[in-house]
């Protein structure tokens, strides 16, 4: 009887300790384990990564981070339900415009979510864009200026085409558009004089169009048309330009050659630069 009683005695002192270890209140129950999000931001022209992003999320995480010199952030204990959370990835900086990237992140997962931002004031810089001269309906000769890169004589919203205008590989010049129906009349690109010869670092902080101190307009390129652009196309020179592919967008830019030669095949190559500001601004120098 009396090891009975001491048995009951255990048995109820267990119980009454399981009964208060738990807790009735969900809202007091243990967080499940929290996910993190990384990433790398870039420059969406230069794709150069940026420094001093700062990211967080909506609902808000317990902390906010910042990219790193090359571009990384990792944003940990991000708090969720049992299964994940539906939330928003929110890059933001001063002198670009925020982006917002909506992700469901799953319970403990590590998510990688990249983001390219665009500069405010519109200025776009491309290096190291690479030309030849036509030789075919295949060629890369042409330069899209809008979008910094160079593409195919086929390619029907190009601006500018380098071509031999003697016909005879000696005279290398670029075609612009309005050039008697070769290119559409309605983009109407036309090029400036030369600015002069510049260092790579020179035209690199090169702000303003030479001789204009207020914003860039038509007046600045009197000519209706550019047709052959009989200039020498030699390295180092700057020549500023016009995209008159929207009246009431207006886009300026400077067009730097790099280098200017001829391969072992004869072809005659160029390697340029390129700044535009897509704001119509006077000025070319973007922000990072």
Request: contains cysteine.
């Amino acid at each position: 009887m009396k090891v009975f009683y001491y048995f009951s005695f255990f048995l109820s002192i267990i119980t009454l300790f399981f009964l208060y270890s738990c807790d009735s209140n969900p809202s007091n129950l243990p967080d499940y384990l929290p996910g993190a999000i990384k990433g790398r931001i870039l420059d969406s022209a230069t794709h150069k990564p940026l420094p001093d992003v700062t990211v967080y999320t909506i609902p808000a995480a317990p902390s906010t981070c910042q990219t790193d010199s090359a571009g990384y952030y990792f944003l940990g204990s991000v708090p969720m339900g049992s299964t994940g959370v539906n939330l928003f990835v929110i890059a933001t900086h001063e002198d670009y415009i925020n982006d917002t990237i909506p992700y469901f992140l799953h319970t403990e997962d590590t998510a990688t979510i990249n983001f390219k931002l665009t500069p405010i004031h519109g200025v776009y810089l491309m290096d190291n864009i690479h030309i030849q001269e036509y030789l075919s309906q295949s060629s890369n000769n042409s330069l899209d200026l809008r979008y910094l890169c160079s593409v195919k004589a086929t390619y029907p919203y190009r601006d500018l085409d380098l071509r031999d205008s003697a016909g005879a590989r000696q005279k290398f010049r670029f075609v612009t558009a309005s050039n008697s129906g070769q290119l559409p009349a309605s983009y109407n690109t036309k090029l400036g004089d030369s600015l002069g010869y510049f260092s790579k670092s020179e035209f690199d902080t090169l702000a303003m169009y030479y001789g204009a101190s207020e914003p860039l307009s038509p007046s600045n390129f009197p000519n209706s048309k550019t047709n052959w652009f009989y200039a020498s196309l030699t390295g180092s020179t700057v020549y500023p330009f016009s995209l008159g592919r929207s009246q009431n967008s207006p886009i300026y830019g400077l067009l730097y050659i790099k280098s200017a030669y001829l391969d072992g095949n004869n072809v005659f190559n160029m390697i340029v630069d390129v700044k535009i500001n897509i704001n119509g601004q006077n000025n070319f120098i973007p922000n990072n």
